[in-house]
């Protein structure tokens, strides 16, 4: 295990203006405003919140995984990562974590997939991918965008620990998460956020046991 | 035509099995299989078709060249290459001899059936006229007609809307003949030079593809000047992949994989 930064947040979850569970396997798309602050709280520990950024002006722009491990020559998400968009914007900066770091390399379950990751039997299973497609399908600010599977960009995995070996191989360790981490990001500009709470029932990573994640949010 | 049905699961094991065995090396072409030869100069871009069962040969013409790829399924564009899905199903974060390039719809795309690399780069994007004109200052077509200096993102943009596409169909790309080292604290790093002139990797189509890329320089290329080298593309015929094909074989995902592009074939 390499070295892990933790860095505890000064807010206190009685001062937030917004707080909701989301619980596995739903999903959570919601504006935040630039300055404000969203904290994902990891409830039971090790649970994988798959997360989105999309510029609330132009869902066009939206988080880049590989321009954000690029630019901050990191492959693991932490205290300091800025978040870059695919118009080499910073949309936000991680500004608290208790976790130690978080991955963009392992993308979202979808039921696709999953028939290659774990068989067809899986393939009528909940996923990810579904959850985000259902958010964008749903969202009641996107008329005009004609959004589709084409806007959902590889995301970031909180809370999971996917590590590179210099030999170039992708392990699937056991978490560093555990009940009551939490990661915090500063908006740099207005964002609209899409969690989906993993609900895999086939990866030994979430304990075979998707569970609820909160979030919360602060005003400047 | 015998009734498809599904590979067996491999069950939930996560450990990182690989085929025992030599690593398949690419043959010579047999010029009775060439089917088209064309030289791309470095900081060029093209798009085009690679049939079913085709193979796609890419050789770095230089030293330190770079091809910044894409592709997505000719029939159904909006089905494309994945990078965490395909890193994931096969444990890898290099591309090399025995790789899918899987779609985000769980299709196979590419199989890598050859390479005298052993390491390409699916992390690293693709560069900019920002990158570029940081690294090596701007040289615009007014003044330098064609040594101007350019980049894989406005290629990708003008070649993506040959095919309709726009930028919501930039996902991120592989570089390669490139290839970055990882720290185990996670940092980023570029090899110069990692390509060697000569140096080609074999890449057999499994579903009617439309590939899109550049020989541009890879983003964080450390080179003291510009100068994108040229590369050499060939299309020749190859079999569809046998029982105990390399690829198919390289973990039990791959097969399935190779399933759900022939259920979409049928």
Not at chain 1, 61 to 90: F, H, M, P, W
Not at chain 2, 77 to 102: E, I, M, S
Request: proline share 8%; net charge negative.
């Amino acid at each position: 295990m390499s070295v892990l930064n933790y860095t505890e947040s000064p807010l206190a979850p009685a001062s937030a203006s917004y707080r909701h569970i989301i619980p596995a396997g739903d999903f959570w798309m919601h504006e935040i405003r630039a300055g404000q602050v969203l904290r994902i709280l990891d409830l039971e520990g090790n649970q994988a919140a798959d997360t989105l950024f999309y510029a609330a002006a132009d869902f066009r722009e939206r988080y880049s995984a590989q321009d954000t491990i690029r630019e901050n020559a990191s492959i693991y998400l932490t205290t300091g990562t800025k978040l870059y968009s695919n118009e080499l914007n910073v949309l936000a900066e991680i500004t608290a974590d208790t976790c130690g770091r978080h991955d963009t390399l392992g993308g979202a379950c979808s039921c696709e997939a999953n028939t290659i990751r774990y068989g067809h039997g899986t393939r009528h299973m909940h996923s990810c991918r579904q959850s985000f497609l259902l958010g964008l399908m749903t969202w009641p600010h996107a008329t005009g965008f004609d959004l589709n599977k084409r806007d959902i960009p590889p995301n970031i995995n909180f809370f999971m620990n996917v590590p590179v070996t210099p030999e170039g191989g992708l392990q699937f360790a056991d978490g560093v998460s555990s009940p009551g981490k939490y990661v915090e990001l500063t908006a740099r500009m207005d964002l609209v956020c899409l969690i989906s709470n993993c609900p895999q029932l086939n990866n030994p990573c979430n304990g075979w046991n998707p569970t609820p994640v909160e979030v919360l949010i602060w005003n400047p | 035509m015998p009734l498809l049905t599904p590979p067996a699961p491999s069950g939930t094991s996560f450990t990182t099995q690989r085929p025992t065995g030599p690593i398949p090396q690419p043959a010579p072409i047999p010029a009775d299989r060439l089917l088209l030869e064309e030289t791309l100069p470095g900081g060029t871009a093209v798009s085009f078709n690679v049939r079913r069962h085709t193979t796609l040969r890419l050789t770095a013409l230089e030293a330190g060249a770079n091809v910044s790829f894409l592709c997505f399924n000719r029939a159904e564009p909006v089905d494309r290459y994945n990078l965490p899905d395909t890193l994931k199903g096969q444990h890898t974060a290099k591309l090399t001899t025995g790789c899918l390039l899987y779609s985000d719809m769980g299709r196979a795309l590419f199989s890598i059936t050859g390479d005298t690399l052993g390491w390409h780069d699916p992390l690293g994007g693709h560069d900019t006229a920002a990158h570029v004109a940081k690294k090596w200052g701007h040289l615009d077509y007014q003044t330098s007609r064609n040594a101007w200096h350019r980049n894989s993102r406005d290629h990708f943009l003008i070649e993506l809307a040959k095919h309709g596409l726009n930028a919501r169909d930039l996902v991120p790309n592989i570089n390669f003949f490139s290839k970055l080292e990882t720290s185990p604290a996670g940092a980023l790093s570029f090899v110069p030079n990692h390509a060697r002139a000569g140096d080609h990797l074999d890449l057999r189509a499994e579903l009617d593809v439309l590939v899109i890329l550049t020989t541009c320089h890879h983003p964080l290329d450390t080179a003291p000047a510009y100068g994108p080298k040229p590369v050499l593309l060939q299309l020749h015929a190859t079999p569809p992949p046998a029982s105990d094909d390399y690829c198919r074989t390289y973990r039990p995902e791959n097969e399935r994989a190779l399933y759900n592009s022939e259920r979409f074939s049928l």
